[in-house]
């Protein structure tokens, strides 16, 4: 996803002018995210095409998006059906994409390792946020920040049940 | 050479009962904290889930006395309850950690069983962290023993290795003897289960909660006097005789001690 992202905002293609896109993948994603047609929100989670199609066409592959609507929208489903993926048992968790225009351009782009791996490991900051994001659905604001503190030092606690209660509800 | 019969199952015991904080080299500990807040992010955010609802109606109906909380509630219950419902919760959304090779979702298998029993005993951060280095060291050593041809043929490494994962974590919490912790592996090693087919329902996260769930009742269990194979690993009808082929059981405890596999956990940036 990173790859499709990545270009999809640098380049800010109008996905209705893609005329094909070429996605090579690993063993892994082929196998557990194999719904061709995905018709409720959670089997987005496990369709590559959709995926695909998300992060190229809107930048950004959040929580939100996995509802219904998202993954029988008409420009999505217009988009995914383009996506021809083909395996690479040698590429792991990576990506080799090619988008070929209805004008006859095309790009390509390769990714040996995906954002979070420990060869490309997210930042400290880049973890909280994506922590922050999720944590502030079910706690509040305070409690979400005393979390981060907390873990960040949690050698130095003493007793887990004072973790434990900023992660309930009061 | 390895030997040609290796006690997989004792070594990997002898290793969690000898192995201590202060023998983990500060970024292992570094990346072990970034994996528990990670997980309590995901696990916080999987309150949202339909799954979280129906798990924890479930252990509000049958749970016992409150001793560790469920995340992102109000309720506390038994630790193996509490367990089970932050191992569901914490894998709702697909957004916890894994290791590449494995595929193994090392800290939604291993957190909730340690989380739930250092909470009911007031044990301390080291203590959880040590136990959850340790954790995820074991079930991902075991899953890479298992070999590709175990989740290629359906089986769910995360259920399967991730319950020796849980099992280890609560076996160091309990302080268990060597002899208790290879019954703990017995215990949790003949439930090991889990299959691809649910994958897209909550039956996928479900097995990260039963693994959570078994490495508390294993661990107390054992502590308890339950007994088990003493070689449920490599034994003529273990593990690896009956969900693989061709394991790979030199690679289990190769560097054992010397290479701890949370460093090479992935943290998602994405849900899925």
Known sequence: MNLLEEIGTRLKLDIEEVEKIELEIGPVASTAAAIREPKIGVEGKFSVWFLAALALAEGGVTLEKFTDEKVNDPRLVRLRKKIETRLDPRIGFGARLRILMKDGSEHKAFLSKPKGDPENQLTFNELAAKYRNAAKLAISKEAVESLVKEVEQLETVRDMRDIVKWAMKD | ?272
């Open chain 2, 1 to 272: 050479m390895m030997p040609p019969f290796m006690e997989i199952t004792k070594t990997l015991a002898e290793f969690v009962h000898e192995t201590r904080f202060k023998d983990m080299p500060e970024p292992v500990i570094q990346k072990a904290k970034e994996c528990f807040l990670d997980w309590l992010g995901v696990t916080l955010a999987g309150t949202t889930d339909p799954a979280a609802a129906v798990i924890i109606h479930y252990c509000q109906s049958f749970g016992g006395r409150p001793e560790a909380g469920i995340i992102g509630s109000d309720i506390r219950t038994d630790c193996a309850s509490a367990s089970l419902a932050n191992g569901v919760i914490g894998h709702a959304l697909d957004f916890d950690d894994y290791h590449d090779e494995t595929v193994i979702h090392a800290s939604a298998a291993c957190v909730p069983a340690i989380l739930a029993v250092a909470e009911r005993n007031s044990l301390s951060g080291q203590d959880l962290l040590e136990a959850m280095v340790l954790g995820i060291d074991v079930c991902i050593r075991i899953g890479l023993g298992l070999g590709d041809y175990h989740y290629q043929r359906g089986w769910h490494t995360t259920a399967t290795a991730g319950t020796f994962g849980a099992t280890a974590g609560v076996a160091k919490l309990l302080n268990l003897d060597v002899g208790q912790i290879i019954n703990a592996f017995g215990i949790c090693g003949t439930q090991a289960s889990g299959l691809r087919q649910v994958f897209g329902t909550m039956c996928k996260p479900f097995h990260a909660g039963k693994v959570s769930l078994e490495g508390v009742m294993s661990g107390f269990l054992a502590q308890g006097g339950f007994t088990s194979s003493k070689s449920i690993i490599e034994g003529e009808l273990g593990l690896f005789e009956v969900l693989t082929e061709n394991a790979n059981e030199g690679i289990v405890l190769d560097r054992l001690g010397a290479h701890w596999y949370v460093m090479d956990l992935s943290i998602k940036p994405y849900p899925t």
